[in-house]
């Protein structure tokens, strides 16, 4: 199948760093994607990582990627309020149209 | 802003009505895509056109149809909407860059679809 699962709540204090998980069962796809959804917005692609890389750091972001495991995560340093939102994981199975997870929401305290 | 314009903002129907929903896509994007975002299903792509054809399905009821149109803007058709098609309808839009097989979707802010 075309699984992409996350959990779905997490909740952080301000300046700590979140961590937002993801499994999927369909190794085909040649990229992963994390993409943020804000309230009443629609989804704005935040990173990609190359399936062949292990991971990929973008100023406050790190995806780490575990292919033996199909496990993805995105590291948010120094989470901030603004960084509030849905996050979701997707992936091109076969270079088809996005499959996404079910979304984490972030909550940040201040 | 991604580039990419979904109009209505917003549609309130009733059961039994049809509604067109519409996406322009960013320019020069061959591709458009159609998703559905409910409370119970979650995201769920609905149909893909390229340079004006169907290229892949998903999803999608057969009361419900799109197109694209030689401008590459395209429309979803729902039909005998059912409570049940209350929901958020995204279009994306997609430049496929063969050589490294990077497809980055861009998406519009939605059309929010209540069916009362």
């Known amino acids: 199948g075309e699984d992409v699962e996350q959990s779905l709540f997490l909740s952080v204090r301000e300046g700590d760093s979140s961590v937002i998980n993801c499994t999927y069962t369909d190794s085909s796809s040649t990229y992963l994607y994390w993409y943020k959804q804000e309230p009443g917005a629609g989804l704005q692609l935040l990173t990609y990582?190359?399936?062949?890389?292990d991971m990929k750091q973008d100023q406050r972001l790190t995806v780490l990627l575990n292919k033996k495991d199909k496990h993805l995560s995105l590291r948010i340093a120094d989470t901030q309020t603004g960084d509030s939102a849905i996050y979701f994981c997707a992936q091109p199975p076969g270079r088809r149209a996005l499959t996404f997870g079910s979304g984490t929401r972030l909550q940040v305290q201040p | 802003d991604s580039g990419v314009t979904q109009t209505p903002k917003h549609l309130i129907t009733a059961t039994g009505q049809r509604v067109t929903l519409r996406c322009s896509p960013r320019?020069?994007?061959?591709?458009v895509y159609w998703y559905q975002q409910s409370l119970d299903q979650g995201l769920q792509f609905l149909i893909q056109?390229?340079?004006?054809?169907?290229?892949a399905k998903g999803n999608i009821l057969e009361r419900f149809s799109a197109q694209q149109f030689p401008d590459l803007h395209s429309e979803l058709n729902l039909s005998s909407l059912e409570l049940g098609d209350s929901a958020l309808y995204f279009c994306?839009?997609?430049?496929?860059?063969?050589?490294?097989?990077?497809?980055?979707?861009?998406f519009g802010a939605g059309t929010r679809l209540s069916v009362l």
């Open positions: 994306a839009s997609s430049f496929f860059d063969r050589p490294s097989g990077l497809n980055i979707q861009y």
């Open positions: 990582i190359f399936s062949n890389m």
């Open positions: 320019s020069g994007d061959l591709s």
């Open positions: 056109y390229y340079n004006g054809e169907e290229r």
